[in-house]
Each structure stands twice: as C-alpha cells, then as structure tokens.
C-alpha cells in the first residue's frame, strides 16, 4: 500500500519532492541531478573545492556539500543518511570509493553492488560476456604470444588512461620495463570503429530500452589522424588514449536488434550470476565494429557512462521511447519515482541498502 | 472537394488515423513510424524474425508482419493492399527489391517511381547531375588510365560494401584478378570531407528545405587514423567502406546557399527526365568538399536516408522551419497527412499507385 | 523607469516586437535571427545577391536587404538608423568590415567594441589571455629558432584558410618563399585533440554561462587519417585547415569546472584591459587537450562562432539552464529584451552606440 506521502501531487513538485537524490559532483552528476530535479526531487551534489562553485551555478541543483577530496566521500554518509537521500552512482563513485567501502556505506543506493565486483575484475568481466555470448577480442597471457598488434591494459586503469598500443611482441619487448611492475592484460587490438551503446533496464517494467550512443574522445590518439604520415615518424608520437569527452553517433538500424538482443543477453546472465535482481539501471556496452559488421565487445560498464552527457537534452534514440527530452540520468530519476509510486522502492535500491 | 472521412478531428487523432503508414523494418523504418504516429497515422512494420521483437518494444508501432526474409517482402502486398496502406520507401527497399517488383507492387506509395532507374545506374545518374551543373569527380574507363588514387565501386555496392581504394594504376594492376568479373566504376578519390545532405522537397507547396546533415561512419576507414603511421605498414590495412552509423554535422552558413541551390537544380532537372512530378519527398546529396570549399558530387539518393536517424528528435536545420523536432520521417508523414487533408493525394504519391 | 513601450505584452509578441535584430546573412545569422524571433523581435537579414533566395526562405526572417558584395555594408548603414535596429555581429563582420568601419558605425550594437582591436591583434590577445592564467602554446618569432612541428598562421587568416603545418625547421627553409612577403606567427604544434567552448557572460546577471562545445570540421585535414599512411607518400597531400562546417562534442565532466573558471577569468580580464565593460555576450575559447588532460588555448574569438550552429535547437549543456531549445542566438535576443525590460538597454549595447 503507498504510504500517504507517496500520493502524487502532494506539495508542488509531487511526491518526490520528499527525497534528496544525491551523487557525486563529477562525471554525469549534472545530468543525473537535472533529470532528478525535472522529475521532482530534490537534488544534492556532493562536490571538491574546486568544482563547488560550478555545481552552484545551476539552478536545479538544491544543495552543494563541499568535501577536501573525493577521496572523502565516506565521511559524508552519516549527513546523507540524516536526510532522506538516494545515491545515484556513476564512475567517479568507482574511481574514488573502494569495493569495500562500497559495501559499507548503507544509504540508499540505486543499482546492484553485487554486480560491482564482475564488474571491476576483468577475469569476471569476460566470464559474464562470455556466457552472454558476446564476441569478445582475443587476450595473450604472456607478451611472447602477442602475434599481432595488441593493447595494453594497466588494471585499474580509468577513464583511457594506463591503456598502450604495442604493434607486436618486439615492440612489446622493447617497453617491458615500464609493464615490470604492473598488472595488465594484452587485448587483441581490433581493426574497426568503436561505437558504446547506453542501455536501461527497468526491473519495474522488464523491459530494456536503448537510451543513445556515442564514441569517446581520446587524446592525443584521435588527433593522430590529423598529422600527415610523413611527419607522425620524426614526430615520434605514441598513441594515448585518454578519454577527454565524446562524440555523438546512430547506429545503422539494421544492426539494432542485434544491439538490443546484446543488450538482453547481458542482463540476463546478470541475473545468474548476481540473483535474482542481476544488472539493472543504466549501463553500457563498448564496443568496436569490423568491416565485417560484426560487434567485438571491450567492455561493459555496469552503469551510467559519461559518453550519455551528449544527450542531456535527449537523443534521437530515447525519443522513439519518450516524446520529451529523457536522458539517462532522467530515466533513472523516473525509475526511482514510479518505484516510490508503486511503493515498490526495494525493487531499484541494493538489497543491504533499503529506504 | 474532401470526402467525409478527411475532415480533421474526425476521431481522437485526427484524419490521418484512418490510414496506416507501412514500411519494411530496417534502414530508417523507426524514424519513419514514430513520424507517422505522431502525425496521427496508424504504422504497421514489415519485420523478419530476427527483427520483429526490436520493432514490437515500441509503443508507436501498432501493427508487425514477420516475414522469413526481407526479400519476401511481395508476399505481404495483398494484406497491404486490404488495409488502406500507404508504403513510404527507403533505402532496403532499393537493396532487396528489385525494381521489377517495384514497378509491379500497386500499393500506394510515397515518392516516384520513375526516378528509381535514374538512380540506379551510375550513368543515368551522373547525367542527371552533370545536367543540374553539380561538380562531378572524373571518372576512369580503364585501368591503364589512372592517373591519380581511385575509387572502385562495384556495381549494386550497398552501403559503402564494395568499395576499394586504389592509389594508382599498378595498384590496379595487382589487384585486377579481384575485378575480373565485376562490373565496376574507376572514380577519382576526392581529397576533402565528406559531408551528407537531406533534403525534403514538397510537391505541395512547391519548396525544397534542408532537413539535416552528416556524415557516414565508416568501417574500417574511419579507425585508420588512429593507428600511427609506422604501425600501419605492418599491419596491412586495407581501406574499406562499410557504413555502419552516421555522426552529425553543421555546415558552414556561407555555403549553405549553394547547398540549398544544389538541390534546387536536381529537382529541375528531375522535372524534366521524369516529367511531371519528377523526384519529390526526400532525398540526399553526398558530397566531398575540397580545400578551396568546394562541393564535389560522389551520389545521390532519392529518398530518405539512414543519416537522418540522428535526428529522430529533430536537428538544427529543421528547427528553423519547424518549432518542434521534425525529422524527415515526420516531414514524410506531414506531407502525406496535408495531401490528404487538402483532396490532394495522388501529388505525393507514384502516379501508378492511386489511393 | 519602462517607458510604456517596454511594457511586456504590448502588441501580439511582447515590447520586443518594436525592435528590430539586424545582422549580415552569413556564418550564423540563421541561428541569430531564429532566436530574436522566439524572443519577439523583428528580424532583418542583410544579404547578398546569391544568399538572398536562402534567408527569404525562412518565415522567421522579417525582411531581407539585398546587397552586392558584403563589403558594402556600411552602405545599408542608413536604413539601419532609420529602424529601431539593434546589430548582433558575427565573424562575418570581422571579415567583411574594418575597425574603423565598425567604428564608424552607428546603429545600436550589441558587445563591446573595444574589445575587438584586442582580439585582432595576436599580440594584445596573447597578452590577454597570459594575463587570465591560460596555458598558451610556444610562438617562435623566426623560422630558425623553431625546434618542434609549428603551425604557421597568416595575419587576418579567416576560417582556418591561411594555415600551414611545418615539420621542422628544414621544412620552413623550404617553404620560405611562399611566406616571403607575408605576415604570420609561428604557434608550436600541440599534439592533442580541439575541443571548442562556447560561452555566454550576461553583463545584467554577472553570471557566466557554457552554452555547447564542438570541434571544427576542416578540410583537408579532417580527411587526411582515411588515407592509409602508405598512400599518403605518393599523394604528397600537404594538410589544411579550412573550416566548412563543425561537429558535436561534450566535455569530461571532471574538467568542466576549469572550462568554467577559463571563461571566467578571460571575462575579468577584460573588464580590466577594456574597462569598465569588457568582454560581454558570446565568446568561444579555443583549446587544444592533451594527454596529461590540460587545455592549450589556441584563440578567443569574442563574439558568437560558427560552432554554435550545432546547436539551433538547444545543446546538452544549455538545458542544464534552460529547459527549452535555447541556441547562443536565442541567449544574445533574450538578453537584448530582458535588458528592454529593465531598462537597461545600455549595459548590452556599444557606448559608442546608445539606443
């Protein structure tokens, strides 16, 4: 039964308005707090020193929290859970939060923390995509394998950053000082476009739905196009491949059940292997398209992605689903609030962190 | 004068109701069945089984035919013909019919079929647009005449398959054994950017607008520049053309006039190879521009193409016309709803395919 | 005190409607114009002979004057004063007309005209943005002091025309005599990749505002990463820079806030070297990231650009403020009638230039 205060259109804004939707400000926080605020909450963001006076610049964002580092984060939650606040995470959360404090922190949290730990071990990664029979790039165990151009892959590496490209095992040879110490795996480098695609899987509705695509944007390796052959060997430039934004892109239709189906899949493994809620909200599967149109899956990431920034205003994808501008960070906003509607608020919340 | 049923209002959508939009599921099939909803049409797909669950997830979508194969597509024209049906064509049905089966499918259609032979054959084609006095690159009639980097093009080359890149005449030579029984055309490579047009010229008002534009995304082409130029010598990478998705893009204002009149001229000279009605609806004009900004002229397209799907939810050239996100599958079924709304069907559709 | 005039909803579409925006119907006098519309202004295109048919076109550009060639402006002057019009300049004019013209003229214009002699000369810019703690790339004032790849630019190149990638210093011996007799700078290379912010200062609020982001879309250069690197040898394509159109892009959340304090500094610094006024209205900041994720700016251009073009139809980042289509040509009109409404007409308008 809903609660009276669950009744839509008590106060102004409805019945959201009683809930803080709260994340960190940094990543897709604007969009997730302007989708939040659209859809009737209210809305904080915690922020650093630095960025604090950007997130207070915006009119839908109700409360700025200023920490030292994000680093601090933790030291946040005991105001968070005064209030009567949601977390919506995104990949800074990943970046800044260990697993472990994760686990600790027990204000309520949109998503599944369980799936959290296949998420961050590549070996898990690839058993969940595997099963869900994507198609995935060959890995060397050893750099004497390596019998074609590869990347190099330092674990934990975030944002393209710690990411390498080795033409083969004599080029492989050569840097094994700078890979000495580290943990890494050798990706077979696909020869093809990278194109990721933004899904959301409502566990209210159970349906998947395809929010936008985009493909990132990387320094210095997508300027290297820009400089002609001749000069890139005396220039003596190494591709890097940190993500600095993203581009927007649309996907030839007759490859979108096949996206859509990839999309199913994933969940549905997910539910396997992290039951019986599995994968839901927003997530992303990155992937490189060859000549011939077949999908070659990188990575998947277990939640909102930056690249979904593009389409704050909408894209021509969430339009097919909404006739008003629906990002992503709305769509989970929306979520949230069906779910309280429906006094069905565990069903989007992680199991240890109830309302 | 109109007939009963074409007074606006009659039922909750309006006129248009009482007509289905149908179309094969693929290409652009989304955009063009959300455009005629919310026009007020009722939309039917004509799906595979591989296809039939994506285009099912949407609500705008009232009605799916599954079909084993696309080229089966004949099959369906009686149950079409039973409705009060009217197809909008696009780019698969280029693909998997043939125009045989075109010309002898009477069910009415959006656009003139006369002009499909024009666009088919690559000298027809070149005619119409030389005639229009758009800029041509040169084309080769034999190997031994290359004088400059080429693109092959075998004939009935869909969406950019079968394209190959040549540098110059020996490497024609060696690759002669792949060509020897193809037909093809030697065209020169035009060193620029690429740069796609949509237009939509109404037969009613007698106005041509410019709808969006972009660019294709290429694979694996668009991926070469990001692999150094040292590293490419041994990986052996050969260019190749596949579409798989568009980006968008914006043009520079100062040549937009000339854009505008580019396509004013193809409609012209439409006018008088496919006399009365020549090419109507939508269409796009592929462009390579050069240094010294000018528009060189790879093909044309007479109907709605798959660039279009990033504007779903509207671009920033159909805002000027339209205060509401028009894409160019809505403007398709706009038109058609005007000419119905004004006794004035049969100027939108193929003079053989009456209402 | 609102003279009657001002009072909001005299007349169909508010007291805007008594004004008229003017502009020169080129670069991004569509979006200009369309937002003055939106607002309630009458609109005037000042075109040429070839540009007319394409602004008559559109139903929200008032009135058209058709002139020769654009460099005859100043001859239109007159009617101008007649009006009650208010002047939105854009590139174009900086191309078209001098400083002296500019001054010269004396129809109400909306920015600061002092601030134009800073952003012509690459020396007084380069002291400006010193001054507000950018990154700057190295200049050389002579060819044989050169020590990295160098982008050569003319005095007064518009467009990206006028741009010539240099290897090395060799390479400017060799290229000497095309350069002989010109004027240019010499600006190191940065590897990395463009990234082009568009903002808006509102001198009635004091707040500042990131309305979109995009990268230019050049030719040759953009083209050249899909010629494979062997091919490029034998095509001996030299790269340029010609801008003819632009492409989407957002930006990395986690630097948003330094995009945010770069503007704000080069508006502080403008209101000291052009005081009391400064920099007011639309600008864009032009950078260049690297892989250690810093921001090399490559020019200011005070005023709107051509990018924001993208975004007629409102951009992810102007929906943060704005929950409407809101383009930097709409942001320049609404200024210009809030500014009506407060009778402060004059905080937006040139000093030289009153109402």
Redesign the interface.
């Known amino acids: 039964m809903l609660a009276p205060e669950f009744v839509p259109g008590i106060g102004d804004r409805g019945a959201a308005e009683f809930y803080t939707i709260a994340t960190l400000g ?6 997730i707090l ?1 989708g939040a605020h ?1 859809e009737g909450f209210r809305t904080l963001a915690i922020a650093s020193r ?2 604090e ?2 997130y207070r ?4 964002v109700d409360e700025v929290i200023a920490i030292r580092r994000y680093e601090d984060f933790m030291a946040t939650v005991p105001q968070l859970e005064q209030r009567k606040s949601i977390i919506v995470p995104h990949g ?1 959360f990943v970046a800044y939060l260990s697993l472990e404090e994760h686990q600790k922190m027990k204000v309520p949290y949109f998503g599944n923390k369980a799936i959290l730990a296949w998420e961050a071990s590549r070996e898990l990664q690839r058993q969940w995509l595997s099963r869900a029979g994507l198609r995935l790039p060959r890995q060397f165990k050893t750099g004497s394998e390596i019998d074609r ?1 590869v990347i190099v892959k330092l674990y934990g590496a975030q ?1 393209g950053k710690g990411y390498m ?1 080795l ?2 095992a004599a080029d492989f040879e050569e840097r094994a000082g700078l890979l000495a110490r580290e943990h890494y795996i050798l990706q077979e480098y696909i ?5 990721y695609i933004h899904y959301f899987y409502s566990p209210l509705t159970g ?2 739905e395809i929010m936008s ?1 985009d493909r990132r ?19 003596n ?4 491949y ?17 996206a ?2 990839m999309g199913e899949e994933v969940v549905r493994v997910s539910q396997e292997i992290c039951p019986p809620k599995g994968l839901f909200g927003a997530f992303c599967i990155e992937t ?6 077949q999908f070659y899956i990188m990575e998947i990431s277990a939640r909102i992605v ?2 979904t ?13 909404y ?1 008003e ?1 629906m990002s992503t960070g709305r769509r989970i906003a929306r979520e949230i609030k069906h779910a309280l509607l429906t006094d069905s608020i565990d069903r989007v919340l992680d199991d240890a962190t109830p309302l």
Do not use: C
Request: proline share 8%; glycine share 8%.
């Open positions: 940094s990543h897709s926080a604007l969009q302007k659209d630095e960025t006076r950007l610049s915006f009119a839908f800074s151009p944002g490209f033409r083969d020869i093809g476009v990278p194109l349906k998947l695509m944007y990387e320094t210095n390796v997508d300027s290297l196009g820009r400089i002609p052959a001749a000069a890139q060997g005396r220039m430039v190494d591709p890097s940190v993500v600095v934004g993203n581009s927007p892109l649309s996907l030839r239709e007759s490859m979108l059940a096949e859509y189906h490189i398209i060859t000549p011939d149109t930056a690249g920034n593009l389409f704050i205003d909408g894209s021509p994808y969430s339009y097919l689903n006739s501008p």
